[in-house]
């Protein structure tokens, strides 16, 4: 079993940063990958970025250039450092983990509003 915990979502106006974090614990594997979903009301559950256990990273075109994740050595913790922010970016932030013998766990997503 892998918990995850996000936090720092919240409201920010277009053109601001956000930075979210997620605390992964429990049967945490070397060779897996991190990162963040996003859920817009209406839309299907989009990958947004993600970072393996060589650090390789991908990100969803819309956020290329604007988004950033990275983690800590240990790989316990990922981050997503959100800057240009734009009202399309305002969705629900789930944290998500994979490795090949667990399969996919999910944070309880976090809101992100973009709004003046």
């Known amino acids: 079993q892998v918990q995850l915990v996000e936090s720092g979502g919240g409201l920010v106006q277009p053109g601001g940063s956000l930075q979210l974090s997620c605390a992964a614990s429990?049967?945490?594997?070397?060779?897996?990958?991190m990162g963040w979903y996003r859920q817009a009301p209406g839309k299907q559950r989009e990958l947004v970025a993600s970072?393996?256990?060589?650090?390789?990273?991908n990100y969803a075109d819309s956020v290329k250039g604007r988004f950033t994740i990275s983690t800590d050595n240990a790989k316990n913790k990922v981050y997503l450092q959100m800057n240009s922010l734009e009202p399309e970016d305002s969705a629900v932030y789930y944290c998500?983990?994979?490795?090949?013998?667990?399969?996919?766990?999910w944070g309880q997503g976090t809101q992100v509003t973009v709004s003046s």
């Open positions: 429990g049967s945490i594997f070397a060779i897996s990958t």
């Open positions: 970072i393996t256990d060589t650090w390789r990273t």
């Open positions: 998500w983990y994979n490795d090949l013998q667990a399969g996919d766990y």
